[in-house]
Structure formats: structure tokens, C-alpha cells
């Protein structure tokens, strides 16, 4: 948690600066094939010109800075269609949407839950599963996505 707090405060004025939305990072560390994934957002979308743009204006602030000890590899994209949610203001403004949701440890006998978002309460995201309310603390969130509704008019 700490490494990825600590990328997210480097790249995002580096996002920012460029005029996208930093949306989020995901880093894993797997030894020698580690992964750096940066999400980036813009109100008319991001194509690939745009990946590459910020892909390597991060590239220069990662070697300048060197945060990751170890060879990783770097993606920069869209969060797409079942954009992965990050911060209570994102959650927040996908309420009523369907999202897949992994907590870190077993929240009443599970860690994952699939329902419609329904709510933020403090600190909480609210998932209903087949008619059951689940407040989730976000710090035990480990990943959460949207579902797309390809029927939506």
C-alpha cells in the first residue's frame, strides 16, 4: 500500500500537467516481472497517442526519481468500460451501477461481492447483493470495477 501511495503522489501531477485525469495506479510486484499500470482519464477519452505521451513523460519522472528498485513493466491506459474505482469521489459518482468488489480479508464470510453500488457512507461503500446491503470499509478494498451494462440506452 505504502509503494502504491507513494506513486500516486510522483505521477500524478505528471498526469495532471499533461492535461488528463489521473485516475489511478495499480503496481505488482512479482519478482522479476513486476507491473507499473497507470490509468488515465479525459472528458473526450484517450487514445493510444495519449498513452504514449504521458507513457513517456513518466518514464523520464521514474528514472529520474526511481521508486521501484527492481525492472517492472509500465502501462499507461484508459480505465475502459469496467474502469476500476480508486477513491470514494469515483465510487461516488458510479452509485446505481453494478460493480465487482475483492475485499483484502473476509468480510462476513467472503471477499467478494458482485451488486449495484449504492451508496458512500463516510468512509463506507454500500453494495447490495441480491437484497442485502454490505458496507464496505474502502481501506479494505483491494480492487473494485464496474461492470458494464451494454443495454443502456
Not at 473476509?106 to 458512500?120: D, M, N
Not at 446491503?133 to 480492487?143: A, G, H, M, R
Request: proline residues 5%; charged residues 25%.
Amino acid at each position: 500500500m505504502a509503494k502504491v501511495d507513494e506513486l500516486k503522489v510522483l505521477l500524478d501531477p505528471v498526469v495532471t500537467g499533461l492535461g488528463y485525469v489521473f485516475w489511478g495506479v495499480e503496481y505488482a510486484s512479482q519478482g522479476k516481472h513486476s507491473t507499473l499500470r497507470v490509468f488515465i482519464d479525459h472528458e473526450d477519452g484517450i487514445n493510444v497517442d495519449q498513452c504514449a505521451e504521458v507513457s513517456h513523460q513518466i518514464s523520464a519522472v521514474m528514472d529520474v526519481e526511481d521508486p521501484i528498485a527492481q525492472n517492472y513493466t509500465l502501462e499507461v491506459s484508459s480505465p475502459g468500460m469496467d474502469r476500476p474505482l480508486f477513491t470514494l469521489e469515483q465510487y461516488a459518482a458510479y452509485i446505481g451501477e453494478w460493480v465487482n468488489v475483492r475485499l483484502r480479508a473476509p468480510f462476513e464470510g467472503r471477499r467478494k461481492f458482485k451488486g449495484v453500488l449504492t451508496a458512500i457512507e463516510d468512509q463506507d461503500v454500500c453494495v447490495t447483493v441480491d437484497g442485502t446491503d454490505y458496507l464496505l470499509p474502502i481501506e479494505s478494498i483491494e480492487k473494485a470495477n464496474l461492470i458494464p451494462n451494454f443495454d443502456k440506452k
